[in-house]
């Protein structure tokens, strides 16, 4: 820590301005200094329950070989129990759909100001895995990577555990600062520890960033990229406490789901918000709900935003009756158990179409979430205006859900599992509020409108509710980033048989 300046006694306002920068990762431009979070997210989203188990269980070994024998011996095993035998396709979508969120949230505001602040090459270079780390560097920090490569089976297109040509400890990292750089090396270095020391010492100008529990994190919008899309089960940055107390909890807590919804189940729409209580599940109801058709009459449209699968059911007990829903490729299993009649849509327009307009003429309510899918973040997607032509009768509902230990839906994953996943939670939460109807100048039929403005006004309204903001991403664009595919059925059994 002698050998170079700490990055502290820079004084904000006076800062030199650099052109080509070269950065460790961990504990240099996140404040968190260890990589082992990171490991076990891959761990469980791209291998399974049980290595990222064995991972928790082997991490007092890891720690006691960075501290008295060898930081890259250290790491050489880290990889081996968090990768060898996965396919490369699962830990590079894993990297990609899940990583870099938790990254994100971590990044060290004074250093990464300094290192932003650069206009010419921005390089970080980490002894961490490319394939974990590339794609987080590339699209939120704007930076190259250079990271420990991995061998990989040829024939089995799986990792085997091993490294190629040694992790960047040390030397290892001075020798890939120079083979990027070439003869002109950068004009600022950024460490955090002693094996740093030796890519730093090629650097015009070099500071080391002490630690600081304390330190203060990029606020997610000045990063390059925002986080609107991710997968992954996990909420929480799970550091070795919460992955223990996470794995001690998925026992108890899916029995703890399995008597919230069995004992739910048969119990009427209008006082199952009472018995949520009884088992610990917040419902806040806010708004006008709307009052049950009258004999005779059309149904209305409740227009929700999409938060998860649970969100027509929630939406049905704050009305305190059954509703209908329309739903797109759910399990059989989630349909033959749900409380509320269902219909299928094929994603055929008129066909569609057909079905929901025979649901409200026979004077049936139905919940629609014209986003198509879910999002989780505080962003509502295009709003597809299918909806804004089959009736007048529009009511916006604006959803939030509270889940503090296991998102309940998933791109990747098994979704007849997601309302699990949401019962898992200890204390979960909704909140459902009814918004103003739609008037009838305001609507398609009696008002003339166009669809789609009609569709982008419902959305606008349900994010000034919520305090979300509006996009035009759609499903698509969210199973591309996730899950390198459109997300239709189809083509996903397709895809899944040329693997």
Known sequence: MNKFPPITSLPPTKRPCHVTAAADLDGTLLTTRSSFPYFFVLCLEAGSLFRAALLLLVAP???????????????????????????????????????????????????????????????????????????????????????????????????TGRVKGGVLVGLKKKEAVKRVFGDEMPDLGLGDRETDHDFMALCKEAYMVPKDKKAVSVPAEKLKSRTIFHDGRLVRLPNPLTALLTLLWIPFGFLLALFRVFFNLPIPARFVRYTYRLTGISLSINGNPPPAPSPGSKGSLLVCNHRTALDPILVSIALGRPVYCVTYSVSRLSTAISPIPSVSLTRDRATDAARISALLDKGHDVVICPEGTTCREPFLLRFSALFSELSDRIIPVAINVRQGTFFASTVRGWKFLDPYFFYMNPRPGYEITFLEPLREEETCGKGGKDPIEVANHVQRVIATALGFECTALTRKDKYMKLGGNDGKVENLKSLKKSE
């Open 61 to 159: 070994a890891i720690l006691f070989t960075y501290i008295l024998l060898s930081e890259s011996a250290a790491i050489q095993i880290l990889i081996f129990v968090s990768l060898a035998g996965l396919r490369v396709r699962d830990v590079e979508l894993a990297a990609r759909a899940v990583v870099p969120r938790f990254y994100g949230a971590y990044v060290r505001k004074d250093s990464w100001e300094l290192f932003n602040a650069c206009t010419g090459r921005r390089v970080v270079v980490t002894a961490n895995p490319t394939v974990m780390v590339a794609d987080f560097v590339r699209e939120y920090l704007g930076a190259e990577c250079v990271g420990t490569e991995l061998e990989v089976d040829s024939r089995t297109g799986r990792f």
